[in-house]
């Protein structure tokens, strides 16, 4: 089986420029979720979806992040502009259904971001 | 707001030692307890978990222990390896259908020196 998908792997840009993600889940899970993981803490989620709809998205800086799961597969993560304090990784994760007990998630390798 | 508690920042153990890793939660919504190991350049993988119905989970080397009336549960590797050296976050899921929610701890950097 597959794992969760995500490129590109490594990205480095300029504060105030832009920079996107994509993350391809696990075949057939309908819960996907994006989190971000600055150096030296653990990951923190920014939106989860179930399908194409947003679940949870109360800790996304609206304001420079969006993200979308159009036809309820693949999704995007989109950061602009970007700032320095947005260099982190982004793990994408997904599980099969809602209200499926934690050990169904599993996380892609992340997306690393670093902010000049 | 901090949900999960997780101490030390960091472990060293000797090779053979036990490593035990703490951690401490606040909403008693959470119903499942998982243990993510985590190596450098990799994405968090599911080490081990629990329900709270249950004081202890054994597999393998890994033990999970629970206290649910102190609200705590650790981890502890017996018989610790060089290649148990990682980053292992204790983590909160509530699994309420329409609420899931999957809270991290801080993390543990474990070092196994021989």
């Not at chain 2, 997780?6 to 153990?13: A, D, F, K, Y």
């Amino acid at each position: 089986e597959a794992g969760v998908a995500q490129s590109p792997r490594y990205k480095i840009i300029e504060k105030r420029q832009s920079v996107a993600f994509w993350c391809n889940p696990i075949s057939g899970h309908a819960t996907l979720y994006w989190y971000q993981q600055i150096l030296g803490q653990g990951p923190k989620l920014l939106i989860q979806f179930q399908n194409n709809g947003v679940v949870d998205d109360s800790q996304l800086p609206k304001d420079r992040f969006s993200a979308e799961r159009l036809k309820g597969v693949d999704s995007t993560l989109k950061i602009q502009p970007a700032k320095l304090e947005d260099s982190a990784v982004y793990l994408c994760a997904s599980s099969p259904a809602r209200g499926v007990s934690g050990n169904t998630i599993y996380f892609g390798e992340g997306s690393w971001l670093t902010v000049v | 707001q901090q949900q999960v508690k997780q101490s030390p920042q960091s472990l060293i153990v000797q090779k053979g030692g036990i490593s035990i890793i703490n951690c401490a939660y606040e909403n008693t919504a959470f119903d499942y307890f998982p243990w993510y190991q985590q190596f450098p350049g990799k994405g968090p993988a599911l080490l081990i978990a629990i329900r709270p119905d249950v004081s202890e989970k054994k597999e393998g080397r890994f033990t999970i222990s629970f206290n649910k009336s102190a609200k705590q549960f650790s981890l502890h590797i017996m018989d610790s390896q060089p290649g148990d050296s990682a980053t292992y976050f204790c983590a909160a899921f509530i699994s309420n259908f329409g609420n899931e929610k999957l809270t991290f701890g801080t993390g543990t950097r474990l070092t196994i020196i021989p």
